[in-house]
């Protein structure tokens, strides 16, 4: 074998879907690290590309076919081209990836990334690997405590994964499977290392986020314990944490976003509909009603919380009727930011085999949705002009001089002044709202 220091081996990583997604690539990345492979931007070249998949929607799932098929030349120039398969879609579909496209090598489930050095070793001799389990040991107990240079100032923390809410149209919970959290110890000691490395903000993952429940000394821990304990990192300035269930959304943690000035006041906080019908329909378990009473309690600890959501327009069953509840609960609550989606039938969810909401009508919902948003989300941003915010500095923006960075409300915010560095957390004012961004002057 070559001398890996000599002539390293290249690893091309490409991700779709969620955060989680990120925080697991990075991770992969690190423990291929340890086997002598390092990263590269394009699969040209590469001795492995490793598509860590999102199984969420159909086109999500299809994008790894047609990429698999581009694949196809690469490895007729390169037959030593390992090729894997990573994610929701590898969990879902397992051994039927290979079936469909035999160029795969490897197909390894979210909680089997512990096994990818082995995998590929199978693979230099030739075999070709499927491993979709769920072992009983936690993955990040076997994956390397992250020796890669974090340069940014802002880094991901998975602290929970899977999800045992079973919405009827959404596959994560057989993707990423039932909710295990991560013990408080080890999520402290990655946050302690994370700023040792200059990281200054954390967003802490969970597909459940708020319902951690993880084991310290002592018995089991909330979020807003863990927010509490992270808080007490010097030197980590800003705690961020998605995706939230509502119905998780205990009082201790309410209390929190009114405490500790650490918790940013943002909250992605999906309802999905406004109608009742709807919302007992997709097995949410909380009425519209009870989730704009939920919301108030947030804004009464924390009245300058940015709200954002997740929504689903034409899920099986939806009347026009039930699409302007949901209108009028976005009027109702005045979302800073929010992501909507055309329903999507999922093989193996419940609401797969009921009779869908005529695809033009579906269209045409989502295009007045949106329509909402993107105003709300002006509004929300107007209204942060000659407001004082936090900024922290991530990078040099497009204008000499420039940096940009993220504001408290998670809005990104330019700023022009020669002297800043990333990791700076500053004061700004902000003086103008473009459409996707702030301009602000330092304070
Ligand atoms: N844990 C996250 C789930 C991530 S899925 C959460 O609870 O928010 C992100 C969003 O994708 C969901 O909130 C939902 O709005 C959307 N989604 C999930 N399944 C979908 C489907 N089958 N069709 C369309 N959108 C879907
Ligand atoms: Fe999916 Fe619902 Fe769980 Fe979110 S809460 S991951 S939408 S099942
Ligand atoms: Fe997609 Fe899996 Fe995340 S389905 S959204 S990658 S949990």
Not at 34 to 62: F, Q, W
Request: overall charge negative.
């Amino acid at each position: 074998m070559a001398d890996v220091k000599a002539d390293p081996k290249k690893l091309h990583i490409k991700t779709y879907g969620c955060q989680m997604n990120v925080y697991d690539s990075e991770r992969m990345a690190e423990a291929m690290g340890a086997e002598g492979y390092v990263l590269t931007d394009s699969p040209e070249g590469a001795d492995m590309v490793l598509l860590n998949t999102c199984h969420i929607r159909e086109k999500a799932s299809e994008k790894l076919y047609s990429d698999l098929g581009r694949l196809r030349a690469f490895k007729e120039i390169n037959p030593d081209l390992k090729i894997g398969v990573a994610g929701c879609v590898a969990q879902a579909e397992g051994a039927e990836i290979q079936r469909r496209m035999p160029l795969v090598d490897m197909v390894v489930g979210p909680q089997s990334y512990h096994r990818l050095p082995a995998m590929v070793r199978a693979a230099d001799r030739g075999e070709k690997t499927v491993d979709t389990d769920f072992p009983a040991e936690d993955k990040f107990d076997h994956l390397p405590d992250r020796p890669s240079a974090n340069t940014r100032p802002t880094a991901f923390l998975t602290v929970q994964e899977g999800c045992d809410k079973f919405c009827a149209f959404c596959v994560v919970p057989y993707t990423r499977g039932a909710e295990v959290s991560r013990p408080v110890e080890r999520i402290l000691t990655e946050a302690g290392k994370l700023v040792a490395k200059g990281v200054r903000e954390v967003t802490l993952l969970g597909q459940n986020v708020n319902g951690y429940h993880g084991a310290a000394e002592g018995g089991t821990w909330g979020l807003a314990q863990l927010v509490r304990a992270l808080a007490r990192i010097e030197g980590l300035e800003r705690i961020r944490y998605t995706t939230s269930h509502p119905n998780d959304m205990a009082e201790d943690l309410i209390a929190a976003h009114g405490e500790e000035p650490k918790l940013m006041p943002y909250l992605h906080l999906p309802v999905q509909s406004g109608s009742d019908k709807i919302l007992k329909a997709m097995n949410r378990k909380h009425t519209a009603e009870e989730y704009l009473r939920l919301i108030e309690r947030i804004r009464a600890a924390r009245p300058d919380m940015l709200l954002s959501g997740d929504f689903i327009v034409g899920f099986p069953g939806e009347t026009d009727e039930d699409h302007r509840a949901t209108l009028d609960l976005i009027e109702a609550v005045g979302y800073g930011m929010a992501y909507s989606f055309k329903y999507s039938a999922r093989p193996g969810t419940p609401a797969a085999d009921r009779a869908p909401v005529d695809g033009a009508v579906a269209d045409a919902r989502l295009q007045e949705l949106q329509a909402l948003i993107t105003r709300q989300q002006r509004e929300v941003q107007q209204g942060m002009v000659g407001r004082e915010v936090g900024v922290l500095i991530e990078k040099q923006g497009r204008m000499p001089g420039q940096w940009t960075g993220k504001s408290d409300y998670l809005h990104a915010v330019h700023i022009t002044a020669p002297e800043l560095r990333p990791g700076q957390l500053v004061r700004a004012r902000i003086t103008e709202s473009g459409p996707n961004s702030l301009a602000g002057v330092l304070i």
